[in-house]
């Protein structure tokens, strides 16, 4: 069995609804279901971004911890 894990990051205005998120999510899964690919779920993936020291501590930047959410596929 193979899996393809893809990103995902719904793109909305202040306007928009949940049908908006749904619809974006429909568009990649019928685009992968169309190259073989069963959807099987979404999940959320917490890592770690380092700190940036800066040019000699100028612009330097601390580290954060931060949450992409990305969809998964099976074939």
């Not at 190259?35 to 971004?49: A, F, K």
């Amino acid at each position: 069995m193979e899996f393809k894990v893809v990103p995902f990051m719904a793109q909305i205005t202040r306007n928009d609804t949940s049908s908006t998120v749904a619809k974006q999510m429909q568009i990649i899964i019928d685009n992968y279901a169309n190259q073989g690919w069963e959807y099987t779920r979404m999940d959320s993936v917490e890592t770690h971004i380092a700190a940036d020291q800066g040019c000699f501590g100028v612009g330097a930047k601390p580290s954060f911890v931060t949450t992409y959410t990305v969809l998964v596929f099976k074939k």
